[in-house]
Nanobody, 124 residues
Framework: QVQLVESGGGTVQAGGSLRLSCAAS????????MGWFRQAPGQEREFVAA????????YYTNSVKGRFTISRSYAQNTVCLLMNSLKPEDTAIYYC?????????????????WGQGTQVTVSS
């Protein structure tokens, strides 16, 4: 059974940093794209960042470029999201997702596997 489990969420003041991790089990995702999405209350789930497999090309939504960094460990079957200079508008539940294909996508419908999410709250 495939599982994606996120960790690292929490509450931080504006300007602070958090590092989210996603551990995959049940299959290897070394050849698959993985991504992070987020959903704020009353809003649609939106794309944040993705990383292709196996070449590791990264993609970001414009609002997080220069502040967030996505990375992965093929050996540990994990993907991380380092979030710096956090803003109150970054507050959301953050979800890890994985495709069955190597090319990253910003479309949530392209991702087959999802974690349960981890809450990130940024106070002003």
């Amino acid at each position: 059974q495939v599982q994606l489990v996120e960790s690292g969420g929490g509450t931080v003041q504006a300007g602070g940093s958090l590092r989210l991790s996603c551990a995959a089990s049940g299959r290897t995702f070394s050849g698959s794209a993985m991504g992070w999405f987020r959903q704020a209350p009353g809003q649609e789930r939106e794309f944040v960042a993705a990383i292709s497999g196996p070449d590791g090309t990264t993609y970001y939504t414009n609002s997080v470029k220069g502040r967030f960094t996505i990375s992965r460990s093929y050996a540990q079957n994990t993907v991380c999201l380092l979030m710096n200079s956090l803003k109150p508008e970054d507050t959301a539940i953050y979800y890890c997702a994985a495709r069955s294909r190597p090319v990253a996508s910003a479309e949530k419908a392209e991702y087959m596997y999802w974690g349960q999410g981890t809450q990130v709250t940024v106070s002003s």
